[in-house]
C-alpha cells in the first residue's frame, strides 16, 4: 500500500510537470509566432500529452477526461504566463526560461509516470517506459506540432535524464527507500543532471562520420 504521503507528493509533482510543460508550451507556441489559440493548444498537449499516451498504455481513461485539477492548472499557468507579459522577455531570458521550465516538467513528469507504473506493479521495464512515455510524449506532440525535431532525438541526454529518473525512483520503492528526502533529492538530482547536460553542451555518442549525417 503506498504511503499517504507519498501519494500526496506526488500530486504535487504532477501540478509541477503540468506547470512547468504548460509554460514551455506557451514559450515556444510564442516563438513561432502563433496566435493565442494556436499558443494555447500547443500548451495544452504539452502538458497533457504524455499522461494520456500512458493511460492509453495502462488501459484507463485518461484522468485528464474526468477531473478538471489539470484543466484548471493550465488554465491558471497560461493566465499568470499572460499577465507576467513572459512573452515580451529578451530572447536570451526567454530562452532559459523554457528550458529551465522544459527541465522541471521533464523530470517531475519522469517520476509521476514511473509511479503509475509501481501502482500498477509493473516490472521494471513497464515502471522505466511509462515515466519515459509520460515525461517525453507531451514535448513530442509540442514539437511536431511547431514543425521541430523532437528534443528527444538530438537533445542533449533529453530522454535518458527521464529514463534515469524512472529506473531511480523503481530501485528506491524495491528498497523501501520512498520518503519525502528520497523522492527531492531524486527531483533535484535529475533536474541538475538535465541543466548541466544543457549548459555544458554534453551529448550522448552520435554513430556515423559527420559527412554522412551532412549528407
Same mark, same amino acid.
Given at each position: 500500500m503506498i504511503d499517504p504521503s507519498r501519494f500526496a507528493l506526488m500530486? *504535487?509533482?504532477?501540478? +509541477?510537470?503540468? #506547470?512547468?510543460?504548460?509554460?514551455s508550451g506557451y514559450l515556444l507556441g510564442v516563438r513561432k509566432h502563433l496566435d493565442l489559440l494556436g499558443i494555447t493548444i500547443v500548451a495544452l498537449l504539452t502538458a497533457i500529452g504524455g499522461g494520456v499516451i500512458r493511460d492509453v498504455? %495502462? !488501459?484507463?481513461?485518461p484522468v485528464v477526461f474526468y477531473e478538471y485539477n489539470a484543466l484548471a492548472v493550465i488554465a491558471g499557468t497560461l493566465f499568470c504566463a499572460w499577465a507576467l507579459r513572459l512573452h515580451r522577455r529578451e530572447n536570451t531570458t526567454f530562452g532559459r526560461l523554457f528550458i529551465v521550465a522544459d527541465s522541471i516538467g521533464l523530470v517531475a513528469f519522469s517520476m509521476t509516470g514511473a509511479q503509475v507504473g509501481l501502482m500498477f506493479d509493473?516490472?521494471?521495464?513497464?515502471?522505466?517506459?511509462l515515466g519515459f512515455?509520460?515525461?517525453v510524449g507531451g514535448g513530442v506532440v509540442r514539437?511536431?506540432?511547431?514543425?521541430? #525535431?523532437?528534443? +528527444?532525438?538530438?537533445?542533449?541526454?533529453?530522454?535518458t535524464v527521464s529514463i534515469l529518473v524512472a529506473a531511480g525512483l523503481f530501485i528506491l520503492?524495491?528498497?523501501? *527507500?520512498?520518503? %519525502? %528526502? !528520497?523522492?527531492h533529492l531524486l527531483f533535484a538530482g535529475g533536474l541538475a543532471i538535465r541543466l548541466l547536460a544543457h549548459w555544458q553542451e554534453l551529448a550522448l555518442p552520435k554513430l556515423g562520420?559527420? !559527412?554522412?549525417?551532412?549528407?
Open positions: 500530486e *504535487w509533482f504532477a501540478v +509541477i510537470g503540468t #506547470i512547468a510543460f504548460t509554460l498504455l %495502462v !488501459s484507463r481513461v509493473l516490472n521494471a521495464f513497464g515502471v522505466v517506459l512515455v509520460t515525461a514539437d511536431m506540432m511547431v514543425n521541430d #525535431i523532437p528534443f +528527444i532525438l538530438h537533445e542533449d541526454f533529453y530522454g520503492d524495491q528498497g523501501a *527507500w520512498v520518503n %519525502v %528526502v !528520497s523522492l562520420r559527420q !559527412s554522412d549525417a551532412d549528407a
